[in-house]
């Protein structure tokens, strides 16, 4: 059992119980990646066929999509003797193993900052209440995911450092776990081992953008439902000498019961199609997700349900190693039909000047279907300066932090 290779009987599961997606997109859609659009060109498709070892025939049958079909060049492994034979079967997805997937948006898709469950980090404190439970969950982890946009991995490493030190699993970083549940118990009344929803994470980014000042980021939130109002927003994002600051926009809202309302499908969709997107904190009922791109009606995600090492808050950013830096990326594809998405949303926008924000409300509410941001010139006479409110709903629903649906639990490491 010493030369028992697991990590290949994992990966043989991995392959038949959660394969990575091919682009097999008949109708050629094309991918909508943070307001990147990237046309699709999908691979023929290939059907691997069971044969023989001694088999004279190709073991791949590769269908042209007119009817005809084509062997590919026979595929050579090597044997435990040392020498060279034929596979049982192949099923090889081209020479790059992109799958029929654009490079270019494998590219932008590996470029996003992935967060995911850490280990081995500083402990955080348990609840004093006994109603907590042990421990650690991911909606806050999606907390980063809104913050990245315009980069590209590769082309600033220095600038990559310096964004992911803020990130770091340490309690001196200004965007670390930590302090999100520090501030979720404080501010929001949300402990470990409680439900951390769209609205409290919305909450959290808020108060820690606004606590770091270093950012020079504004964020501007909906509170419990579609609505943003430009008096509102113009008057947090704007100076009084004139000033434009950067300010992300977030949108907390819930289109649905159980499901999205198909009426909403359209909308959803164009979201991720402007060029102010920086992707939907969502997922799956009791599981979060971030959504960064769209094909037809399969949103692509970043998942956080894969444990990494903690990464460390370096005082020097060049010491952050090659693994570390990797550990925040992946090139692996995954997608979920909007039919099984979550209703309950965090949708994220930046918008980067007054003729930025212009082309967003345009953007926004020039869709078909119902809207999934509603933009009005001025706000109701109860709203606050913190952009905050107690809204009036009626198309979008508004959701409720206690919910299991809308979130994760904030756990507990073990």
């Known amino acids: 059992m010493s030369h028992v290779d697991f990590g290949r009987y994992k990966r043989i599961v991995q392959y038949f119980w959660d394969p990575e997606p091919k682009n097999d997109d008949g109708s050629k859609s094309p991918i909508w990646c943070l307001g990147r659009i990237y046309e699709s060109q999908p691979r023929p498709t290939e059907v691997p066929i069971l044969l023989p070892r001694e088999s004279n025939q190709d073991h791949t049958i590769i269908c042209n999509g007119d009817g005809s079909y084509q062997a590919p060049k026979r595929t ?11 596979p049982p079967y ?6 790059d193993g992109d799958r029929g997937w654009p490079k270019d948006f494998l590219d932008d898709f590996e470029s996003r900052l992935w967060f995911t469950y850490r280990s081995n980090f500083p402990v955080i404190k348990k609840s004093l209440d006994p109603k907590t439970s ?5 909606a806050v982890r999606l907390r980063s995911q809104l913050v990245d946009h315009e980069w590209r991995r590769g082309s600033q490493e220095d600038e990559e450092r310096r964004i992911l030190r803020l990130f770091a699993d340490d309690t001196s970083a200004p965007f670390s776990i930590h302090k999100f549940v520090q501030h979720g118990a404080s501010a929001c009344g949300k402990h470990p081992g409680e439900w951390f ?7 959290c980014i808020q108060a820690l953008s606004s606590e770091y000042s270093s950012s020079g980021l504004n964020v501007y939130i909906t509170g419990d439902g579609a609505d943003v109002y430009e008096d509102e927003f113009l008057k947090g994002a704007i100076s009084e000498s004139g000033i434009f600051t950067p300010t992300l926009i977030l949108v907390g809202i819930r289109l649905g019961i159980d499901r999205v309302t198909p009426a909403y499908w359209e909308a959803l969709r164009s979201s991720l199609q402007l060029s102010q997107s920086i992707g939907i904190a969502g997922g799956r009922p009791s599981s979060s997700h971030y959504f960064v791109a769209v094909q037809g009606d399969k949103f692509f995600y970043l998942d956080p349900h894969q444990t990494r090492l903690a990464l460390p808050l370096r005082e020097d950013i060049a010491k952050y190693t090659g693994e570390e830096i990797d550990s925040c990326h992946t090139r692996r594809l995954r997608r979920l039909s909007i039919e099984e998405m979550d209703p309950s949303m965090l949708i994220g926008f930046l918008i980067t000047d007054s003729e930025d924000w212009k082309r967003w409300r345009k953007g926004v509410s020039d869709v078909k279907g119902k809207p999934v941001v509603r933009v009005a010139d001025a706000g109701p006479l109860h709203s606050n300066n913190k952009g905050e409110r107690q809204c009036t709903v009626d ?11 809308d979130g994760e639990l904030v756990e507990h490491p073990r």
Not at 90 to 95: C, K, P, Q, S
Not at 134 to 138: A, P, Q, R, T, W
């Open 134 to 138: 042990n421990s650690i969950g991911l």
């Open 76 to 86: 050579k492994l090597a044997s435990t003797n040392g020498e060279q034979e034929d």
């Open 90 to 95: 192949v099923h090889a997805y081209g020479e």
């Open 197 to 203: 929803g769209p609205s409290a994470t919305a909450r």
């Open 395 to 405: 198309d979008v629903e508004t959701f409720d932090d206690e919910d299991e649906s």
